[in-house]
Every structure is written in structure tokens, then in C-alpha cells.
């Protein structure tokens, strides 16, 4: 039961339960069936067969009775009572058909022992209603005092058939009552004996329950109540792989790493009360170290101030030189602008020369037309002889203008062409002096751009050792302010060692078995000899005034000093 789920415990009572559950209803369905079977044939024997045969009967006796009184009457001379005895007696028959018709109905299964009953009483009533009575209804008088004896041997079978079938009936009846009384003592009897197996099932789960479930569970409050009270030294037994074992299992972790907890906690409270001391000198070692960075602090502090003052003229010097840098810069770009306007001017008259020269070409060429248009005309006057004569001096005349006109052109060509020279040659010195100006320009703006460099970077070192100026003065406050930490720590280290002593104090609360206090203590002595030497080193060196003289101390300050 250990090793077993309480979940799955738990399912098989619940099966078992409902297993019995199960099996009361199942009887109590059984019975109940059998019951409603057996009263639902009592029915149609002793209700619906019963009475369609019984009414079937007195319907048929009471057609053979009218028929008599119809045979009785017609013999007599009364025919009018004869006729109403014969319709009577038709109805008597209808009646007993409608009834037998009802009889007929009742659907019986094959194997019934009832059908063989039924079959009979169904050839009697042909023989008796359909072969006797039926065919007389319509017979002479004398006819049916003929048949009376054949009718009542017929009457006679059928009442025997009857009789047999409500004697089956009645036994039927009273053997299925037994059987239903004998079934419902069984099933009662069978119900009593599965409600005390389910008693006793329920009582066996419950002590199953407690003794798996509510045991361990008050076993476990009580655990947890030592715990609670300080008391570890209890020991947590197995109690399986089932929910109860894993709660169990759990216990006894938390109860182990309690009790590490407990001797860690030991173990610290002394390491702590022990470290109390070392604090306490080593907070004098830094009150004095304190001392000495302040002295040093004031050295640094005074000579950065002359460094600041030496940086601040070298910063106002360099602004001049920038200011002057830019005023030569400017200058030397006024002056290329000129040039390079003074060049744009040259294109453009040399340009001008050019266009000068274009029209000088068009104007010898109008003159070179001339003069060939002027021979034309002395050519023509020569052919027209006397007449033509004016017109050929007039031709004369104008070729000597054309050619003039042509000389003329070709002398200002020349001298065009001339200075058209001049002007390009005057041109290119030009841009060769805007080049020369313009390289000018750019040294100027790369000294200008050193210059502005060399104040900028002055600018920044006076403000980083303004910067420096203010951090060694903060450095002097927050020297002072460890000294007054320092005195502070040693405060706290005396508030610390009555901390420890109260935590000592509460660990002593919890209980441990004597080998784990016993290993806590030697491991609590081993500690105490490891740090004893540690005090030890650190004695001479707060109390050695002569080393404080040796250059080699006044290097290891100052390499104190850069770790802070």
C-alpha cells in the first residue's frame, strides 16, 4: 500500500462503490422486469384472453338461445316473435365474432404453451359459431329443432376448450406469482448480502484511508510543529513512492537544507563576529592613507592652478592669431576675386576681337564681289561700245573702291589679329596670376584652419583642466567625507559584532545532532586559525612610522592614490 497512489486508491474504492452500486440496481432492474413480465401476461391471460372468451361465450349461448325461441315461436304461430328471436339472435352472433375478432388479436409468441389452448378454442368457436349457429340463422323452423342436438354437442366442445384454456390460465397465473414471489425473496436476500459486502467494503476503505492519508498527514503536522519550534534533530521516515512518500520525501529535503542552512548561518555569525576586528583596523589603516591623499590632493590642487593660468594666455594668445589668420584669409580672397574678374574681362575683349575680325572677313568678301561684279559691268560696256562708255568708267570706279576696300580690311585684319594676340597672352598671365592667388588663398585657409585648431584644442585644454581643477576639489570633499565614513565604520563594525552575538543567539534556538554541531565546530575552528595570521600581518604595517620615511612607501602612496 506504500508504493500505491492515493489517486488510484481512491479509483478502486470508487469502483468497488460503484461496482455494488452496479449490481443492486442490476438485481433490482431484473426483478423489476421479471415482474412487469409476468404482470403483463397475468393481463392478457386473466385480462384480455379471459375476458374475450367469457364475453365470446355468453354472446354465443345467447345466439343458441334465440334460436330456439326462434324455432320454438315459428312452431307455435307467432311468427313476429320468431323473426325478432332471429334477429336477436344475428346480433348474438355479431357480437360474439366482434368479441372472439378482440380474442384473435393477442399477438402470442410460437413457443408459448398458450397457443396450443388458443388454437382450439379458435377450431371450437368455427365449429360451434361458423359451421352451427351461423348457417341456422337463415334455416326453416323445423331445421334448426333438427340441428338443436348437433348445436349442443358443438356448444359442448366449445365450452370444454374454454374450460381448458381458463384452467391453463389459472395455473399459469398462480405459477407465475410463486416464481415472482421466489425471485423477489432471492433478489432481497442477494441485495441484503451486497450491502453488507458494501458496508464492510466501505468500513475497510475508510481504515485503508486513515492509515494511509489521515496518519501520515498528523504525522507530518507534528513534524512540521518541531520544525517550527526549532527542533531538526527528528528523524523523517520513508513512507513509499505514493503522494503521502513524496510528501514525506519532501519533508526530509527541506528539513536537510534547514539544517545546512542553520550551520551556514552559524558558521557566518562567527565568521562575521570574527571579521569585525579586521574591519575595525583596516578602517584605521584608511583613516590614515585618508590623511595623506588629502596633503596630496592640496600639492596637486596649487599646481594645477598655475597650469590653468599658463594655458589660459596660451588660449588668448592662439584667438589672436586666429582672429589675424582670418583677416589675411579674407584679403587674400578679395584680391582673387578681382583677378579672376580682370581675366573674365580679357575673355570677353578677346572675345569682341574675334567677333571684329568675323566682320572684317564678311566686309572683304563684299569687296572681292565687287570687284567681280564691277568687271562684269566693264565687260558688258566694252561689248556695247560708245554706248556703254559711261557705264565702264562707272565699273572703273568702283573696282578701285573694291579694291581699297579690300586693302584696307586686310590692314585692319593685321593689326586685329595683332592684338588678338596681345589679348590672349594677356588672358593667360591673368589666369596664371588667379591661379598663383587662389593657391595663396588656399595656404592662408590652411593656416587659418591650424590656427583655429591649435584655439579649439587650447580652448579644450583649458576647460579640461578647469575640469580636473573642479574634480581634485570635489576629490578633497569626498576625502574628508571618507574620513567621516571611516569613523563611521567603525561604528557600524561595533554594531555589526552585537549583530553577530544576536544572531549566534537565534541559531542557538535550533537543535542539531551532535555530529553535525560537532563538525560545525572544528570547522569554526579551523576558520579562526586561518584568519588569526591575516591579523597578525596586517599589525606591523599600520604601526611602522620608519617606513613612512622610505621612498618606496611614498611610491606604494602613490600608487594607492591612482587605485583611487
Known amino acids: 500500500m506504500k508504493h500505491l497512489s492515493i489517486k488510484w486508491s481512491l479509483t478502486a474504492a470508487l469502483v468497488i462503490l460503484l461496482l455494488m452500486i452496479g449490481l443492486i440496481s442490476g438485481l433490482g432492474f431484473y426483478s423489476s422486469t421479471t415482474s412487469e413480465n409476468a404482470l403483463q401476461e ?24 334465440f334460436l330456439d325461441r326462434y324455432a320454438s315461436f315459428s312452431t307455435q304461430g307467432n311468427p313476429d316473435k320468431g323473426e325478432e328471436s332471429q334477429a336477436m339472435a344475428q346480433a348474438a352472433v355479431n357480437a360474439a365474432d366482434e368479441r372472439f375478432e378482440q380474442f384473435r388479436q393477442v399477438e402470442l409468441a410460437e413457443d408459448d404453451p398458450r397457443t396450443e389452448y388458443v388454437s382450439a378454442m379458435v377450431d371450437a368457436y368455427d365449429a360451434f359459431v361458423t359451421e352451427g349457429i351461423t348457417p341456422l340463422l337463415d334455416a326453416a323452423p323445423f331445421q334448426v329443432q333438427r340441428s338443436q342436438e348437433e348445436l349442443s354437442e358443438l ?3 366449445f365450452d370444454d376448450a374454454m374450460q381448458a384454456f381458463t384452467d391453463y390460465a389459472n395455473q399459469r397465473s398462480d405459477a407465475m406469482l410463486v416464481d415472482v414471489a421466489s425471485l423477489n425473496q ?10 453488507v459486502i458494501a458496508v464492510l467494503a466501505t468500513v475497510i476503505m475508510r481504515m485503508g484511508i486513515v492509515r494511509g492519508l489521515v496518519t501520515p498527514l498528523r504525522e507530518a ?6 520544525i517550527a519550534s526549532g527542533d531538526l534533530t527528528a528523524r523523517i521516515e520513508d513512507r513509499g513512492r505514493n503522494e503521502v512518500g513524496q510528501l514525506y520525501q519532501g519533508l526530509a529535503d527541506m528539513q536537510a537544507k534547514l539544517k ?12 562575521v563576529f570574527s571579521g569585525t576586528g579586521d574591519i575595525s583596523a583596516g578602517s584605521q589603516d584608511l583613516s590614515a592613507r585618508t590623511e595623506q591623499q588629502a596633503a596630496a590632493l592640496q600639492q596637486t590642487a596649487s599646481s594645477m592652478e598655475q597650469m590653468a593660468t599658463t594655458v589660459s594666455r596660451n588660449t588668448e594668445t592662439a584667438q589672436e592669431a586666429d582672429q589675424l589668420s582670418v583677416a589675411a584669409s579674407q584679403s587674400a580672397e578679395s584680391g582673387g576675386k578681382e583677378v579672376a574678374h580682370t581675366v573674365q574681362l580679357m575673355r570677353d575683349i578677346a572675345s569682341s576681337a574675334e567677333r571684329v575680325n568675323d566682320i572684317i572677313g564678311v566686309i572683304d568678301s563684299i569687296a572681292f564681289q565687287t570687284n567681280i561684279l564691277a568687271l562684269n559691268a566693264s565687260v558688258e560696256a566694252a561689248r556695247a561700245g560708245e554706248q556703254g562708255r559711261g557705264f565702264a568708267v562707272v565699273a572703273s570706279e568702283v573696282r578701285l573702291l573694291a579694291s581699297r576696300s579690300a586693302d584696307s580690311a586686310k590692314e585692319i585684319r593685321q593689326l586685329i589679329e595683332a592684338t588678338t594676340g596681345q589679348i590672349h597672352q594677356g588672358a593667360q598671365q591673368a589666369e596664371r596670376s588667379g591661379e598663383t592667388i587662389n593657391d595663396t588663398v588656399d595656404s592662408i585657409r590652411q593656416v587659418t584652419t591650424l590656427v583655429s585648431e591649435i584655439s579649439t584644442a587650447t580652448r ?3 576647460s579640461g583642466i578647469e575640469q580636473i581643477n573642479a574634480a581634485l576639489t570635489e576629490m578633497d570633499s569626498v576625502t574628508q567625507q571618507n574620513a567621516s565614513l571611516v569613523q563611521q565604520t567603525n561604528v557600524a563594525a561595533a554594531s555589526l559584532e552585537g549583530q553577530a ?7 542557538a534556538t535550533f537543535r542539531l545532532e551532535q555530529g553535525e554541531v560537532d563538525a560545525q565546530s572544528s570547522a569554526d575552528a579551523h576558520d579562526m586559525d586561518a584568519k588569526q595570521p591575516i591579523a597578525t600581518l596586517a599589525t606591523p604595517s599600520k604601526a611602522s612610522p620608519q617606513s613612512k620615511k622610505q621612498p618606496a612607501h611614498a611610491q606604494q602612496d602613490n600608487d594607492e592614490w591612482d587605485e583611487f
Open 42 to 65: 397475468l393481463a392478457i391471460n386473466n385480462g384480455e384472453l379471459a375476458n374475450a372468451a367469457n364475453r365470446t361465450q355468453v354472446n354465443a349461448l345467447r345466439a343458441q338461445t
Open 155 to 157: 356448444g359442448i366442445a
Open 186 to 195: 432471492i433478489v432481497g436476500t442477494i441485495a441484503i448480502v451486497l450491502l
Open 221 to 226: 503536522v507534528v513534524h512540521f510543529e518541531r
Open 260 to 271: 545546512s542552512l542553520v550551520v551556514s548561518l552559524r558558521e557566518s555569525s562567527d565568521s
Open 460 to 462: 579644450e585644454q583649458n
Open 501 to 507: 552575538k544576536q544572531l549566534a543567539a537565534l541559531m
